[in-house]
């Protein structure tokens, strides 16, 4: 059974900064491309950012390039977001996850999901 666990959320002024990790148990997820996701109420989960299995190809939405900054350690089974200048549109929970088959950039593909974190940037 494979456990993904997330922190790092909390409250931040609007242009500060927060650092998300996401850390699996249970398996490695050494070969599983993996991404951020968030969730506003009444809305759907969407991507944020992905990364694949070695870390060497990123992809980010458009609205948190230049911001934010996804990396992997595959030696600690763990998943990071820089988030930088953050803004009030930011505010969400936050969700890792993991796609064993695809590169993770929609929900449909991720085999394993985290319970979330809250970020909340205030004006």
């Known amino acids: 059974q494979v456990q993904l666990v997330e922190s790092g959320g909390g409250l931040v002024q609007a242009g500060g900064s927060l650092t998300l990790s996401c850390v699996a148990s249970?398996?490695?997820?050494?070969?599983?491309?993996m991404a951020w996701f968030r969730q506003v109420p009444g809305k759907e989960r969407v991507v944020v950012a992905t990364?694949?299995?070695?870390?060497?190809?990123?992809r980010y939405t458009d609205s948190v390039k230049g911001r934010f900054t996804v990396s992997r350690d595959n030696t600690k089974n763990t998943l990071s977001l820089q988030m930088n200048r953050l803004k009030p549109e930011d505010t969400a929970v936050y969700y890792c996850g993991a796609a064993r088959m695809g590169d993770a950039s929609e929900s449909g593909m991720i085999d394993y999901w985290g319970q979330g974190t809250q970020v909340t940037v205030a004006v």
């Open positions: 990364i694949n299995w070695s870390g060497t190809n990123t």
């Open positions: 249970g398996r490695t997820l050494k070969f599983y491309a």
